[in-house]
């Protein structure tokens, strides 16, 4: 259907003022029935029942993104995940040339850290500045400007003859490489429906799982060939490809109907006109009464020419979505990121895929120090062991993907074809069994010196169960927070980067006071607590969501 800017604008003035006045089912995110036409007018005034039914993710739109053929899709869809893979590979490509580079640097162990600190906690917190961008002004623009980022600290890490500059390059290329991690899988929900997310997302997360998998080898390979900088070379030409494909091949997927983000700001705007309208309207009243104290020929005069302000033209035609304009206080990424925070649901997520996350990194970390250690593996060998976890990511993304949209079709069968947004979690109880036990396994297999055939086998089961989980999880953010998709995931990204951080901070010391079998023993025990929480929220999500559904909407 095709909607004119007249009625576009006319859908969006009416969804934001029914959002204030509708029911808490308004944004019931797994709602897959058909979308609900706004009736105009009249319709509208005696309708307030029909509120209580719009679902913002399929309030009707121009060129709407799901609608698109599968071909336009699928490019979408490889544009970001090479955009997130690549993201993903920056992150640990330099590690296996550490060495090379505090030689030639003349930099302490201390400092070639924080190269690797500062990446994390930019990469994981600044998505939060881009998620509010691109709920304003779309997808596009955003990552157009992110990955010329990520190209300028490309350029500046492979020229840098200091460690305080590659510090700060480091920073800077996190900061441009992290807008694909923030906003993909809102670009993905933006062309993708409920019940074909899980194998999109399934599809789209291995991408940025293969990153971490190659770094080691592509660093170390490049570094031993090529000397360090060649490693920033490559993400140079990589960052330069990405940034080509978004500014020729990508048509941005956002719609400004549909994010509650956009249409708040549409409000705002509307409520400030209605105000300075009240303001004139009285100034011309007072004028009015005084006509009858003047003279006639003044009053002609001020019939002819009345003393009305310049705006008032502006304030009486109807305003469009094109006159709300970015302020700090619609970029302001905070109030969105504590608006996801204030939901129990989505804390108890948000903690259950940091400490996967965390966990993620500690063991690729100390995984590459006992190959060197204990193994006597170079950086290439490394790498290659690592590839195991990897391979045992993508595998349990995608499968874990499909698996969950048909746990989620037979739910919604049973359900009367209605579906709540915690049907997407049973999926991840099937890995739940095997995840700590896959730990212990690699736990003890490195501290007794075992095979590596065995590190490599628990590798890949730790990867295919971990990930399992975190795909449904990362679908169930989503699902659950529809029209706020963009925020739910650069809080994720936030809770991934911190706790992943933090982990590695620690890694290296328990690893030397308790082994890898107590540190790993310990992390399964992690795990388990991990996968109580999504129990806990699979159980108690709905009600929690709609208590607060509820007190937004008494607030």
């Not at 003035?13 to 995110?29: D, F, G, H």
């Not at 989620?408 to 995840?435: D, F, I, Q, T």
Request: aromatic share 8%; net charge neutral.
């Amino acid at each position: 259907m095709h909607l004119g800017p007249e009625t576009a604008t006319f859908r969006c003035i009416v969804l934001s003022n029914l959002l204030l006045m509708a029911s808490p089912t308004v944004a019931n995110a797994c709602s897959v029935s058909e979308p609900t036409t706004l009736r105009q007018d009249a319709d509208i005034e005696s309708s307030t029942s029909a509120a209580s039914t719009i679902d913002i993710e399929h309030v009707p739109v121009n060129d709407d993104p799901r609608q698109w053929s599968p071909a336009r899709k699928t490019t979408t869809l490889c544009i970001v995940s090479l955009a997130t893979m690549v993201s993903a590979l920056a992150s640990n490509i330099q590690n296996p040339s550490n060495s090379a580079i505090e030689a030639d640097l003349h930099a302490t162990s201390s400092q070639i850290s924080w190269t690797l600190a500062a990446f994390l906690i930019i990469q994981g917190n600044f998505p939060l500045i881009w998620s509010a961008a691109s709920e304003i002004k779309g997808r596009k623009p955003v990552y157009l400007v992110a990955s010329a980022l990520f190209v300028v600290g490309s350029v500046a890490l492979a020229l840098s003859n200091t460690i305080e500059v590659m510090i700060g390059m480091r920073a800077l290329q996190a900061a441009g490489s992290c807008a694909a991690m923030a906003i993909s899988a809102a670009t993905l929900a933006d062309i993708y429906d409920t019940h074909e997310r899980g194998s999109t997302m399934g599809i789209f997360f291995a991408a940025p799982l293969l990153g971490p998998a190659l770094g080691p080898i592509l660093g170390g390979s490049l570094s031993q060939a090529l000397g360090w900088r060649a490693c920033f070379y490559f993400l140079l030409v990589c960052s330069a490809v990405v940034f080509l494909s978004f500014l020729i091949l990508f048509k941005d997927t956002y719609r400004r109907e549909r994010s509650l983000t956009y249409c708040s700001a549409l409000q705002r705007l509307l409520a400030s006109k209605e105000r300075v309208r009240s303001t004139n309207k009285t100034t011309i009243a007072e004028n009015e009464s005084s006509k009858d104290q003047t003279p006639v020929k003044d009053a002609e005069k001020q019939l002819q020419s009345p003393d009305i302000p310049d705006n008032i033209s502006a304030v009486t035609s109807a305003p469009g979505l094109d006159d709300v304009k970015l302020s700090f206080k619609d970029i302001n990424p905070f109030p969105p990121y504590f608006r996801i925070l204030s939901r129990k649901n989505n804390v108890l997520i948000l903690i259950a895929n940091g400490l996967i996350f965390g966990f993620s990194y500690s063991l690729s970390y100390t995984c590459s120090l006992t190959l060197a250690d204990r193994y006597n593996y170079d950086a290439f060998s490394t790498g290659l062991v690592l590839l195991c976890l990897g391979i045992g990511s993508i595998a349990g993304s995608v499968i874990g993907g499909r698996w969950s949209d048909r746990v989620l079709a037979k739910m919604m069968e049973a359900n009367g074809g209605k579906c709540y947004a915690e049907m997407r979690l049973e999926s991840s109880k099937l890995a739940m069994l095997w995840a700590p036990l896959s730990v212990i396994g690699y736990a003890w297999a490195c501290e007794k010196h075992a095979h590596v055939a065995v590190i490599c086998v628990m590798l890949v089961l730790i990867g295919f169960t971990s990930i399992w989980m975190y795909t449904c999880t990362l679908a169930y953010l989503v699902d659950a927070n529809p029209g706020r998709s963009c925020s739910a995931v650069a809080a994720n990204s936030s809770f991934r980067g911190s706790m992943a951080f933090v982990s590695i901070m620690v890694a290296v010391p328990l690893q030397n006071a308790l082994g890898d079998g107590g540190l790993y023993s310990v992390w399964a025990g992690i795990l388990v607590v991990t996968e109580l929480l999504i129990i806990l929220v699979l159980r108690k999500g709905e009600s929690w969501r709609k208590e607060s559904e509820e007190h937004e909407f008494t607030c």
